[in-house]
Each structure stands twice: as structure tokens, then as C-alpha cells.
């Protein structure tokens, strides 16, 4: 099997490894010709599902073959991942390859820097040094003191390696996305940086609340449900985020928020599947102002969990939240791209916890 590929956007490809990394050590790597699929499936909390375009956000000069209709299967180690894109941020350029090292199957990781050089005398050399944060990689540098003498700039060649593991495709077959019903509303959320703030925000309230009604004595499962975050929203544009306790009842309320429209194309009976839409019968419900108790649909969420889902908004682009009233929330974040071509998607299954 073979996979090598140049990536156009190391910052971006390093903040979605961060921000995969804050949800499980692990991820489920799909690769085939037209997709890079990487997948987090936690013992507890939320999925992620990240569909990339494999010439589109993050990769260019894409290249793969196996012997299993082209799909090569990987469980990758995301620390060691992002530890090792982020030594190439500052890189002229970067390429990534499926390889082995004493029979270990590696994602090497090849990154090129230029750099001015300086003079050390007409004959002498010039000399690297790994970053110290790095734990594996050869480094050599193309250059002769002659460069250095003259101020000719310098490049230095830098290669990571991180572990993985090659999945059959018995391994992986019984895995796959949750399956949800369609949901009773769909909003834009506001910016994730913003709704991160104020979640963070509740969840240390409803943590120091706890400890004041129980004091020392309160024990974890007490904690953790006090961490509990309640969000809903409606199809007139708002969303409320919300903490109940028995010492405090806070929350907030945005207006004026986008419900995009259905596209035909994608429901289930066309303009007919969406005259029957859940999200068409909301619709009819509730107010723009947000004070009607009509036409909300309700998910409880795990305030620390939610942190971390919402570390994915460094990576800008917008976010649709699907509610299925007491089920679930589907978070769908689109990645920017400037070619015009369909957006890479990264979808979030967070589970709802009962009243």
C-alpha cells in the first residue's frame, strides 16, 4: 500500500488534530482517493466524524493505492500527530507519507524551512538543531559555509515519524455514524469562541455552587451532574444556553440567528419531505423575540465535554447545530476553502442527557 501527499495548509490541519486530540488519544484514519476521514469514537462522550476533501482544505498532490479498492485503514496517535505538525508551522513546505521503519508501520511527516544564513568564515559549515520538544526525527540541512559567507539563504530538511497501526477492513466494517431522526430544529450558531466563553463560564459556576451547597464532602457524581448545561433553540432564530441548581439559574439568549433552509435535494420526498419536516411544524411555533415557551427543542449536554467540542471553533467557518428534541445535537462545522469546490464537513453527535 502506498500514501503520500503535500499539505497546502499545515495551520489548519494542526488545529483540527488539536482540536480531535481534546475529545480522544486516538483517532480512526479512512483514507481513499476522493476522502480523509478521520474518526472519534470515545468510550464516553462525543463522536466525531471529519470528512476532508483530499485536495481541497488541507491536502494537495494526493496519492494512494492499496490492494483494498484503494482504502488505506489507520489508528492514529493524535498527541504525537500534532506535536509533530506543529514543528512545521513555520515550513516553506510539507509532505506527509505512509511508510515503515524496522518492520513499524510510520506517517512521516517531511518538513522543509529556509532560512538566511549567516557568516562563520569563508570555509566553515553550517550546523542544526532539532527542536528539543520533538521526540523522534533526522534533520540535515542543505548548505556549505559558502552559503553562510555570502548571506545565501539555508535549508534545513526536518523528518518526524509517528506510529501508527494498519486496520484491516474486517476491523473497521461494523463501525459507522450514529444514526439520529431528523431533527426538530437547525440554527447557525453564533461564533464558538463566543458560546465557549460563556459555556466555560457556567460550567465553573455550577462547580462552585456545587461545592458551596455540598461542601467538601460533595462527592463526583454529584459534581458532574451540576456540570450539566442546557441548550435549546427554536426556528425563529434563537438559541438560549442554560444552568439549573439548587444555588443558581442562569442563562443566556441569542436572537436574531439564522435557520438555513432545507435544501430539497437532500430530504426524504423533496417539497414534500419538507412540508412534513419536524423543523417545518416548529417553525409554526414560538416567536423571534425568544419569550415564547413554544416550538423550543431541549438538549442537556455535559459542560466539560462541551468545552472541549467547542475548541473546534479555531478553526473558523460556520457551524450548524441540529436538535433532536431530548436526543441529541448534531453539530455540523464547515472548513473555509477558497476554491469554490463542496466545503469539507466535521460532524459532532453529542448525546442528550434525560431531564
Not at 431522526?181 to 465557549?196: A, G, S, T, W, Y
Not at 465553573?204 to 450539566?228: E, H, I, N, P, Y
Not at 417539497?271 to 413554544?294: C, F, N, V, Y
Amino acid at each position: 500500500m502506498r500514501f503520500k501527499a503535500s499539505i497546502q495548509n499545515i495551520s489548519t490541519f494542526t488545529k483540527l488534530t488539536a482540536s480531535l486530540n481534546s475529545l480522544g488519544p486516538l483517532a480512526w484514519v479512512k483514507l481513499s482517493e476522493n476522502q480523509a476521514c478521520f474518526t472519534i469514537i470515545p468510550e464516553q462522550g462525543t463522536q466525531v466524524w471529519a470528512y476532508l476533501r483530499t485536495q481541497d482544505t488541507i491536502f494537495e498532490s494526493y496519492t494512494i493505492q492499496s490492494a483494498a479498492d484503494n482504502i488505506i485503514n489507520l489508528e492514529v496517535p493524535l498527541t504525537s500527530l500534532t506535536r509533530a505538525l506543529k514543528s512545521a508551522l513555520q515550513a516553506t513546505s510539507a509532505s506527509i507519507r505512509l511508510t515503515k521503519k524496522d518492520n513499524i508501520p510510520l506517517l512521516a511527516l517531511t518538513i522543509v524551512t529556509t532560512s538566511s544564513g549567516t557568516s562563520r568564515g569563508a570555509f566553515g559549515t553550517t550546523t542544526g538543531t532539532s527542536n528539543p520538544d520533538d521526540a523522534f526525527g533526522d534533520e540535515h540541512e542543505a548548505g556549505t559555509g559558502f552559503d553562510s559567507a555570502f548571506g545565501r539563504d539555508r535549508e534545513t530538511i526536518v523528518t518526524q515519524e509517528v506510529p501508527v497501526r494498519v486496520l484491516s477492513p474486517e476491523t473497521v466494517s461494523g463501525l459507522h455514524e450514529p444514526r439520529c431522526r431528523e431533527p426538530d430544529v437547525h440554527i447557525m450558531l453564533p461564533p464558538l469562541i463566543q458560546l465557549k466563553s460563556i459555556s466555560d463560564r457556567f460550567t465553573k459556576l455550577a462547580l462552585v455552587g456545587a461545592k458551596s451547597v455540598g461542601g467538601s464532602t460533595v462527592t463526583a457524581a454529584v459534581s458532574s451532574q451540576r456540570t450539566r448545561l442546557e441548550m435549546a433553540a427554536n426556528m425563529h432564530g434563537c438559541l438560549r444556553l442554560s444552568i439549573q441548581s439548587d444555588a443558581m439559574n442562569i442563562s443566556s439568549v441569542w436572537t436574531g440567528l439564522s435557520n438555513p433552509e432545507l435544501d430539497p435535494s437532500q430530504v426524504l420526498g423533496g417539497e414534500e419531505g419538507i412540508r412534513e419536516h419536524p423543523s417545518t411544524r416548529m417553525k409554526e411555533l414560538g416567536s423571534a423575540d425568544g419569550r415564547s415557551e413554544e416550538g423550543w427543542a431541549t438538549v442537556r449536554i455535559d459542560g466539560k465535554d462541551w468545552g472541549k467540542v467547542m475548541s473546534v471553533g479555531r478553526l473558523g467557518g460556520k457551524v450548524i447545530a441540529c436538535f433532536c428534541h431530548e436526543h441529541a445535537l448534531i453539530l455540523y462545522v464547515y472548513l473555509p476553502n477558497d476554491n469554490g469546490m463542496d466545503e469539507s464537513v466535521l460532524t459532532y453527535y453529542v448525546s442528550s442527557y434525560s431531564a
